[in-house]
T-cell receptor, first 113, second 112 residues
Framework: AQSVTQLGSHVSVSEGALVLLRCNYS??????LFWYVQYPNQGLQLLLK??????LVKGINGFEAEFKKSETSFHLTKPSAHMSDAAEYFC???????????FGKGTKLSVKP | KAGVTQTPRYLIKTRGQQVTLSCSPI?????VSWYQQTPGQGLQFLFE???????NKGNFPGRFSGRQFSNSRSEMNVSTLELGDSALYLC???????????FGSGTRLTVV
């Protein structure tokens, strides 16, 4: 069965520093992988998705993620953090027989001035 | 174009009552999925509807039900509310054949 694990429930960075949010997946088939962001009292906004077209995926707001099959990872990065990036980030994979999204537990990103 | 619209945004209900939440998908999207988000369990899949038929279902009790109308709008119903049903309920729509889901802003349900 497909699953995702997000390492670190909280990550804190300084404004301008590199953002790295970790996600490892488990899948018996080539996965479809997603990163979503959630601001307080809001729904989920799609940052980017991997659909096997290219291993380096660029998303909105300067985020990108690299699919590494050998490491079963899909880590999210941004070269320079901005205060507006403070939010909760969810990694997700499309599940097996049901085809629904299976989410990680989320990583809350704090950005210090 | 308009996004996924969920109404109402906030609800307060009493234990034992029932509640109905509404979701209007993006125009042209015929698939609607529902998710429950709680601090303890995270984001969990409830069910998915496509062309008025439930296509998939998560591991929730029968008190949770849904339906979809011919215009693709969907409702979910929770009967005999329990305190543990307090959560953010998110609806997502997708285009058949496309990989991706667009989420609404959610309905925050509080059971007291």
């Amino acid at each position: 069965a497909q699953s995702v694990t997000q390492l670190g429930s909280h990550v804190s960075v300084s404004e301008g520093a590199l953002v790295l949010l970790r996600c490892n997946y488990s899948s018996s088939v080539p996965p479809y992988l997603f990163w979503y962001v959630q601001y307080p009292n809001q729904g989920l906004q799609l940052l980017l998705k991997y659909t096997s077209a290219a291993t380096l995926v660029k998303g909105i707001n300067g985020f990108e993620a690299e699919f590494k099959k050998s490491e079963t990872s899909f880590h999210l990065t941004k070269p320079s953090a901005h205060m507006s990036d403070a939010a909760e980030y969810f990694c997700a994979v499309i599940g097996g027989s049901q085809g629904n999204l299976i989410f990680g537990k989320g990583t809350k990103l704090s950005v210090k001035p | 174009k308009a996004g996924v619209t969920q109404t109402p945004r906030y609800l307060i209900k009493t234990r034992g009552q029932q509640v109905t939440l509404s979701c209007s998908p993006i125009s042209g999207h015929r698939s609607v999925s529902w998710y429950q988000q709680t601090p303890g369990q995270g984001l969990q899949f409830l069910f998915e509807y496509f062309s008025e038929t439930q296509r998939n279902k998560g591991n929730f009790p029968g008190r949770f039900s849904g339906r979809q109308f011919s215009n693709s709008r969907s409702e979910m119903n929770v009967s005999t509310l329990e305190l543990g049903d307090s959560a953010l309920y998110l609806c997502a729509s997708s285009l058949e054949g496309a990989v991706g889901y667009t989420f609404g802003s959610g309905t925050r349900l509080t059971v007291v």
